[in-house]
């Protein structure tokens, strides 16, 4: 199999766009993705770039992608990668194309000192639950992710500006 696994670049932003929004459709998310190339290119190659992607390339296709981050362990004191996004072209599966993905990010973990690589699975995705358990990977069914977005968040930070006053 030829397949290469590679940093991206600020010239493939529409590149990833186009792997976010092959995400979003398989997740049944589309509704919900408003990535443009202007966000990400600010995100990723920005003054403060916040996540990093890499690509796989597989017989000189696009085959998928990582998107991932750094995030923190307070009880290990140590960071951790959080894998914010995994996609493998359907074309593309069956041929380890995930697998190496995951691989390549566990060994950056490790070359960074991370004590994890952790990420979210849609708990109607049985054939990626299935990977991921025979890749090793543990849920972690005792955690429950809150999140806040939209006017929700706005409310939130609105409470924290009143209360500095």
Request: include cysteine; charge should be negative; proline fraction near 4%.
């Amino acid at each position: 199999m030829t397949l290469s696994i590679r940093p991206a670049t600020a010239a493939d932003v529409p590149l990833v766009r186009t792997l976010i929004e092959g995400l979003a459709e398989y997740e049944r998310l589309r509704h919900e993705c408003h990535a443009t190339d202007e966000l990400l290119h600010a995100a990723l190659f920005g003054e403060r770039p916040y996540a990093e992607v890499v690509i796989a390339e597989h017989r000189g296709e696009t085959a998928g992608f990582a998107l991932f981050f750094h995030n923190f362990s307070t009880f290990l004191t140590r960071p951790g990668i959080y894998l914010e996004d995994l996609f493998v072209r359907p074309e593309h599966r069956g041929h380890g194309v995930g697998k190496a993905l995951l691989g390549h990010l566990a060994s950056l973990a490790v070359a960074r000192g991370c004590g994890r690589l952790e990420w979210a699975v849609l708990d109607w995705n049985e054939s990626a639950i299935g990977f991921y358990r025979k890749l090793g990977a543990v849920p972690q069914d005792e955690w429950t992710v809150y999140r806040v977005t939209g006017d929700a968040l706005n409310e939130l930070a609105n409470t924290q500006s009143t209360s500095e006053e």
